[in-house]
């Protein structure tokens, strides 16, 4: 199956500085998204973003399906912003659309 | 969107024994999906829960740990068999109505002791 890496593994901000986080897929995809686990563990979908740039607010993401690569950029992060953010890839048609996920970018961001 | 619920959200069980997991969808959906997730770890699809079909297990999954009932388009529920302590994980429902956006579910957290 696909595989997808996250980089980097953990990461440490003061609030209001600006991150990226890097998602890499080693076969094309049909859909991908992003998703924030918050500290309680509800997964919070972010963005479908198969391909192209999308923003929503403090957030923003862009992939590169031909680099077969996904970056999601947090501006002006908040404490409310710590928690797991997961890439997650679609596998295709043999199995059943199903997403398989990375292992996840742990941020914590400190007053 | 969906709104997902699971039932129970938590629960603590003695080795050997089942739960069923229930899961409720506000809507009708085609594509169901069971995850797990394992302390501090990602999350593993266990199986793709399609109305009308058999439940499709992935590879280190199978029927007899997982069975999954399917009977409608907003309903779902995920026994775990025979438990041990390797089973304590959050256990997720997902849905997806179309190719794009999926949604979970706010998970049901097992402790098998």
């Known amino acids: 199956g696909i595989q997808v890496e996250q980089s980097p593994p953990d990461l440490i901000l003061q609030e209001g500085a600006n991150s990226t986080l890097r998602c890499n897929f080693s076969?094309?995809?049909?859909?991908l998204q992003w998703f924030h686990q918050n500290p309680w563990g509800q997964l919070i979908n972010l963005f479908y973003?198969?391909?192209g740039t999308k923003q929503n607010g403090r957030l923003s993401a862009t992939t590169v399906a031909t680099e077969r690569y996904s970056l999601l950029y947090i501006s002006s992060s908040q404490t409310t912003d710590s928690g797991v953010y997961f890439c997650?890839?679609?596998?295709?048609?043999?199995?059943?659309?199903?997403?398989?996920f990375g292992k996840g970018t742990s941020l914590l961001v400190t007053p | 969107s969906a709104v997902i619920s699971q039932k129970p959200s938590r629960d603590i069980c003695q080795r050997g024994t089942s739960l069923t997991i229930q899961c409720q969808v506000d809507?009708?959906?085609?594509?169901m999906f069971w995850y797990r997730q394992q302390p501090g770890q990602s999350l593993t699809l266990i199986a793709t829960?399609?109305?009308?079909?058999?439940?499709?297990?992935e590879s280190g999954f199978v029927i007899d740990k997982f069975p999954i009932s399917r009977p409608n388009l907003t309903f779902s529920t995920l026994t775990v068999s025979n438990m041990s302590p390797e089973d304590s994980s959050i256990y997720l429902c997902?849905?997806?109505?179309?190719?794009?956006?999926?949604?979970f579910g706010p998970g049901t957290r097992l402790l098998v002791l």
């Open positions: 997902s849905v997806r109505r179309s190719r794009e956006t999926q949604y």
């Open positions: 076969d094309s995809v049909n859909n």
């Open positions: 973003i198969p391909s």
């Open positions: 997650a890839v679609e596998q295709g048609s043999n199995s059943g659309y199903a997403l398989n």
């Open positions: 809507s009708q959906v085609t594509m």
């Open positions: 829960a399609n109305q009308g079909s058999e439940a499709t297990y």
